[in-house]
């Protein structure tokens, strides 16, 4: 039973272009909602969230997009360089207890 | 600031065998977990822990147990290593709830059950 959904396992693009990668939830309880990036051979990192309470956050060539009567939120990439190059996972934040629920992730490609 | 830190980074073990994936924390936070990542499966939670002497089950919990002395360290153990085992260990950390949001993750420990 996944609660968040990753449906798309890689996404291509060329470098400068824009990348939007997707992610579904079906759990209502979600009060907040990330994404990491990670590198081969690294832990994830931190690179943006967004409160349930908001449709959108911005950060530098990040934004993320939330639907709340969609379930569905997205994070947009604003121009792509090839260093972004990477797996993009989706998390979100239980209301009661701090957990987060990770989605399978996107792999991300960059071309040059 | 080291941040997460876990030990060892890669570990082979025979099925049968047991062993402790190290974890240590040095930002004092009290919400603590476990994931493993297998192959286009995400991150399942196996355990965590909201505080020293408090542990709880998560999604995928069986052929592990944890426990939690101290607020820095949070070691997990598998008694009797199996092939379903095998996958890549993440650590991680986050703030009490309301305060922050981000999750801090250790660089991860890569196991094969042979």
């Known amino acids: 039973d996944q609660q968040v959904k990753q449906n798309s396992p890689s996404l291509s693009v060329q470098e400068g272009r824009i990348s939007i990668l997707n992610c579904d939830y079906t759990?209502?309880?979600?009060?907040?909602f990330l994404w990491y990036k990670k590198y081969p051979a690294e832990g994830p990192t931190f690179l943006i969230s967004?409160?349930?309470?908001?449709d959108k956050n911005e950060d530098g060539r990040f934004t993320v997009f939330l639907n709340k009567s969609a379930k569905h939120l997205s994070l947009h990439i604003v121009p792509s360089q090839p260093g972004d190059s990477a797996v993009y996972f989706c998390?979100?934040?239980?209301?009661?207890?701090?957990?987060?629920?990770f989605g399978a992730g996107t792999i991300l490609r960059v071309k040059s | 600031n080291a941040g997460v830190t876990q030990t060892p980074k890669f570990r082979i073990l025979k099925i049968g065998q047991s062993m402790t994936l190290q974890c240590t924390q040095d930002?004092?936070?009290?919400?603590m977990y476990w994931y493993r990542q297998d192959p286009g499966m995400g991150l399942k939670l196996i355990y965590y822990?909201?505080?020293?002497?408090?542990?709880d089950k998560g999604e995928v919990p069986n052929g592990y147990n944890v426990s939690r002395s101290t607020t820095e360290d949070f070691p997990l153990r598998l008694e009797l290593a199996a092939p379903s085992q095998t996958s890549v260990y993440f650590c991680?950390?986050?703030?009490?709830?309301?305060?922050?949001?981000?999750?801090?993750f250790g660089q991860g420990t890569r196991l094969t059950v042979v």
């Open positions: 991680a950390t986050t703030w009490d709830r309301g305060v922050g949001t981000e999750a801090f």
């Open positions: 759990n209502s309880m979600f009060d907040y």
């Open positions: 930002m004092n936070h009290n919400y």
């Open positions: 998390a979100a934040r239980m209301e009661y207890g701090n957990k987060l629920v």
């Open positions: 967004i409160s349930s309470i908001k």
């Open positions: 822990s909201v505080g020293a002497g408090i542990t």
